[in-house]
């Protein structure tokens, strides 16, 4: 024998529930759909390269790098500050776009020279440049003065390539915004996932103490590496 409501009885349940709590379910489980299938192939990545990362002392997969050095010499003239320095790299490199990343380090006394010391030894002004995407980087550096510029190439496998797009090595910042929209996706999705299950579940402090414990697990161990 069954005891399954007919659809008169389900009919009438649907009209017990107010319409706009109607609208709200049906606009928060369409949006939650589209967030979710927008995220679907960077979580893909994200999640395949994050297993690795997390593992990877036992997962010893190949990173397949192969590292080049190369010295390369300056024109004459040299490059006078960074910037033209950046400009020139980028042609003599055959770089598709500027340096991704630029760091200048001033002039300081060497490590070894003496406290106090007058007129101690100087360690000169160093430029380093960042090209190149996650498949292979390219690193120039400079010590002003010099009349070459050390260049390390380093190609990657594609181990190691999902590694650097998971950790954002070498990433331009349009992969960065785009990062940062699976971020907020995820985020989304948390937040109306716990909005359907309250608006579609009678057992609601069911679905709190779940969303608690986690939001509690993560606090406690984002303030453990504190």
């Known amino acids: 024998m069954s005891y399954a409501p007919n659809a008169a009885v389900q009919a009438e349940a649907r009209s017990r529930v107010p319409p706009r709590r109607v609208t709200a379910i049906q606009w928060i489980r369409k949006t939650h759909g589209w967030i979710g299938l927008w995220g679907a192939i960077l979580g893909l990545i994200f999640g395949t390269a994050g297993i690795w990362l997390n593992h990877r002392a036992v997962l010893k997969l190949p990173m397949a790098q192969q590292r080049i050095n190369a010295q390369l010499a300056l024109p004459d003239p040299a490059p006078a500050n960074a910037q033209e320095m950046a400009r020139w790299l980028q042609g003599a490199l055959a770089q598709q776009g500027p340096p991704n990343s630029m760091r200048t380090e001033p002039a300081r006394p060497v490590a070894w020279a003496e406290k106090g010391k ?109």
């Open 118 to 226: 007058a007129d101690p030894l100087m360690q000169p002004e160093r430029w380093v440049f960042n090209f190149g995407g996650p498949d292979a980087i390219v690193q120039a550096d400079y010590w002003r003065g010099n009349r070459s510029v050390g260049v390390t190439t380093t190609q990657n496998g594609l181990v190691a390539t999902l590694a650097n797009m998971h950790k954002g090595t070498g990433m331009s910042v349009g992969w960065i915004l785009l990062v940062d929209t699976l971020a907020g996706s995820l985020i989304f999705l948390s937040i109306s996932g716990v909005a359907l299950w309250m608006l579609t579940h009678r057992r609601r402090s069911v679905g709190l103490a779940i969303f608690g414990t986690s939001v509690a697990l993560t606090l406690g161990l984002a303030l453990a590496q504190l």
